[in-house]
């Protein structure tokens, strides 16, 4: 695990899992790759009883580093989706322990998947959300599987079709939050509630966490291994690629419909 990537501490039998790639935590493989080894951590670690995810930076994640999908085949972005979007969500759902997404600024694309991997979300009343992958020639893949679940088809749609970011009283409205605390406390109330969670007997967490996450889980693998192809396919039209460059660039993006 890259100490340069994710920061990882212990106290009072909490977990605090930092992301730390400046400026603003944008996902390459190295950095999955460091959060899966900080959550395996913890997870095998049995003082631990509970675990906070959070960044060190202003921004929580801003999504995914676009080299991973500009001018890359479409087998390379299958293999880091195959991190983001298999490994996160198997290692989650192990984890035997409870996990919180402490959220204090802007969350974007692929960092909403890993907020929306933990149990509970706890963020800032100035923190913003969304899913902007469309407007650079993406789809939020993984999001049409997560976001229907968790809000409903029809508040789902908007965000992820119009790319537009949402402030944090319109994600609580929709269901998207556990909390909305004041802005700069979203870490601390997490690691309340995580202390609080800590306390409870780990082998009942335990069994109970397990039957929670089979009773979420439904067909959730078929239908991410689904999204994962869509998203792959995606990645080697033109369109993408075009709006991928034109984002780079700083332009508008022409697209072509092919």
Known sequence: MSADLVRYSVSGNIADIMLDRPPVNALSMELIDALLAALARARDDDAVRAIVIGSTHKVFCAGLDLDIVRGRPGIETKKFLERLYFALNDTQYRMGKPTIAAIDGA???GGMTIAISCD???AGD?????????DVGLIPAIHFVQLPRLVGKHQAFGPLFLGEPFDAATAFRMGLLSEVVPKGTALERAREIARKLAAKS???MKIGRDAFMRAMDADFRRSVENAAESFALVATTEDCQ????????????NYKGR
């Open 242 to 253: 075009e709006g991928l460059n034109a984002f780079v660039e700083k332009r508008t993006p």
């Open 120 to 122: 509970m979300i706890i």
């Open 202 to 204: 780990p082998i009942v």
């Open 126 to 134: 100035g923190s913003t959300f969304g899913y902007p992958e469309i």
């Open 107 to 109: 969350v974007r694309a």
